[in-house]
């Protein structure tokens, strides 16, 4: 598959595929990732909200369980547990990347997006840029980290950690198009069995702005039920009005400053 | 530093599947499912976005930057269309400009996670970043900034020579032009191109708001200096009528935010910190400074001498209240970072 991102042409991106509906809440992929990429701790707090007491993703949880409670009261048999896998986007159009002052953040060669640690020098700008809430700058290190999509282990041609740790197999790791046909696939036999399920991040209307996602998900439920945005912004959208009303302004003032001072020396 | 603890949900809702907010409590006792309904609208309340970490350095660079720009600017229009007796006007301009760039470079330094590392940013000229066209203006306005004080300096006989004299006025205000402007915009554009809803929902307010408040703090600053230093009446009145162009519209861009954005916008408006926005920013700021002024300005007649007292009492509301404008647009972005249901509401 050829794709055309922040000018970069890949030949195979490759990506996550996280189904929702077989994931069974092990956080196997959280420790594995805190493992591998040796993450330092993130304490013992106890959130009281289901089992997740990581919250949500930050600069030390690459991989974050979220744990969704939807309690029936009159149909008990109706009620559902789902738990969700969350991990950075790896975007076709990265806000992250666009907005880093310094190059750190880049597309790698599996069309991943990548913080390079030692270039980064802890500006904090890609974290309010990132749509989905990902991408961090860390106490300790000072610099952003994020998912790099294992990018140590996929050069060595292995699979992430989070993805081989999976013991259901609702990380998939692979080529991003062959993901999407396993994906299109388990929707289609999903739904034959009555179950009203989506994908996102493939063609939806979470696309619009930040395109498909490389790390794209499987849900029964809508996004934000999963701390997943419905319609995520890209904020080099909003620089030309941005530019343009900031600049005239600019402009304007300095037709009035120019008036004062040329018309005080009519004056007099 | 954003402290990379997990957050700490909002009160233990154990069991309630987050839904807290008024309307989503008075739906699930209607439902009679003690909150466990179908139809949440959050995980747990807990925020989509991540906060920016930015504090007192990025917002006083943001204030100091924008101020140093439109003195520089100040001190050219002086210089090229104003009369001898402005040449204490040219002369404050421009130490203060090169002063506070000085400033802003050390402020933007000691705020990133690495300061050893600031450097990298002048690897890579990227038009799609506002941060590395604003770090390119703030460089490339130093530098003319030091030129134009080295002059300066020459002319007033503190230096006997001027190493870049060689270097042609010209090219040297055609450069400060551009770099000034976009020093004045750039930090409303930076936070404009986030992915923060209270920000790029202020998009065509927030630039211009922030290049006339720095307009307006750079006219108090200098107002200040000619009153303390003695410079003449005549070009604090010019100074004085600039000012009052800028706050006003200032002002008025503030309310058709306001107007324009409704609850897009109420982390900048209500609460704690749109009272301190109103009281400290539009009303002793802008509002009073501009009451004091008017008579001044429209008067005919130039006074005599300053009215010292009240030019430093204008002047120090005046900036403090730009500091506030800042503060406030800055730490706004925090509430609505961490309010997810800001972000579904506000999709672009």
């Known amino acids: 598959m050829e794709r055309v991102a922040d000018g970069v042409v890949t030949e195979s991106a490759m990506g996550f595929f996280t189904d929702v509906t077989l994931c069974i809440g092990c956080k196997a992929c959280e420790v594995a990732c805190k493992q591998w990429n040796q993450l330092p701790s993130d304490g013992y707090a106890l959130t009281g909200n289901s089992y997740d007491n990581t919250s949500r993703l930050s600069s030390t ?21 789902m738990m969700m896998s969350d991990v950075c986007k790896h975007c076709t159009n990265a806000g992250c990347l666009e907005a880093c002052p310094t190059g750190a953040i880049v597309r790698n060669e599996f069309d991943d997006v990548y913080v390079q640690p030692d270039v980064c020098n802890g500006c904090g700008y890609c974290v309010p840029s990132c749509p989905f809430g990902v991408v961090a700058v860390q106490q300790n290190t000072g610099v952003a980290q994020k998912c790099t999509l294992c990018y140590d282990r996929q050069k060595d041609g292995m699979e992430p950690a989070c993805a081989k740790s999976c013991p259901t197999d609702s990380i998939l790791f692979g080529r991003v198009d062959e993901l999407r046909v ?13 179950k009203d399920v989506r994908l996102y991040g493939v063609d939806g209307e979470e696309t619009r702005n930040v395109g498909p996602l490389n790390a794209f998900f499987l849900i029964p439920d809508r996004p934000e039920v999963f701390n997943l945005p419905p319609k995520p912004v890209l904020p080099s959208r909003f620089q030309p009005a941005a530019y343009t009303a900031g600049l005239l302004a600019a402009l304007a003032m300095t ?6 001072f040329r018309g005080f020396g009519e004056r007099a | 530093m954003d402290t990379e603890k997990p957050s700490q949900p909002h009160g233990a809702n154990y069991g309630a599947a987050g839904n807290f907010s008024p309307d989503a409590v008075a739906a699930s006792m209607q439902r009679g499912d003690g909150g466990f309904g179908r139809d949440q609208e959050t995980y747990f309340d807990h925020p989509i976005l991540r906060k920016a970490h930015w504090r007192w350095e990025i917002i006083t660079y943001f204030f100091v930057g924008g101020a140093a720009a439109a003195s520089a600017a100040l001190a050219a229009f002086a210089d090229l269309y104003g009369e001898e007796r402005d040449a204490e006007l040219v002369r404050n301009g421009r130490y203060t400009a090169l002063a506070g760039s000085l400033v802003s470079a050390a402020l933007l330094v000691k705020d990133l996670g690495r300061p050893e590392r600031f450097l990298n940013m002048l690897r890579i000229f990227k038009l799609k970043s506002p941060m590395s066209v604003g770090v390119y203006a703030l460089v490339s306005f130093s530098t003319v900034a030091g030129f134009a004080a080295l002059d300066q300096a020459r002319a007033d006989g503190i230096i006997g020579w001027n190493p870049f004299g060689w270097f042609p006025k010209r090219v040297r205000i055609g450069i400060l032009a551009v770099s000034a402007a976009f020093m004045a915009c750039y930090t409303g554009v930076l936070l404009s191109a986030t992915a923060i809803p209270v920000w790029y929902t202020g998009r065509r307010h927030i630039p211009p708001i922030f290049v006339l408040s720095g307009v307006s703090t750079a006219c108090a600053a200098q107002n200040a200096l000619l009153a303390l230093f003695g410079g003449s009446p005549r070009t604090a009145k010019k100074v004085e009528t600039i000012a009052l162009i800028a706050s006003l519209a200032e002002a008025a861009l503030l309310l058709d935010w306001e107007r324009r954005a409704g609850d897009a916008a109420t982390p900048v408006f209500t609460g704690k910190r749109g009272s301190r926005l109103k009281t400290y920013t539009l009303g002793l700021g802008i509002a009073l400074p501009a009451l004091l002024n008017l008579s001044s300005v429209l008067s005919r007649k130039t006074p005599e001498k300053h009215h010292r007292l009240r030019t430093i009492l204008t002047s120090s509301l005046a900036l403090f209240g730009g500091y506030v404008l800042r503060e406030t647009v800055v730490y706004a972005g925090r509430d609505s970072a961490d309010d997810p249901r800001a972000y579904l509401r506000h999709p672009e």
């Not at chain 1, 396993?182 to 009555?194: D, H, I, P, T």
């Open chain 1, 61 to 81: 949880t690459w991989r974050h369980v979220a744990f969704v409670e939807q309690m029936d009261r009159e149909v008990p048999a109706a009620s559902r547990w």
């Open chain 1, 182 to 194: 396993k994906a299109e696939a388990r929707v289609a036999n999903l739904r034959a069995q009555g």
């Open chain 1, 255 to 260: 037709a009035v400053g120019i008036g004062v």
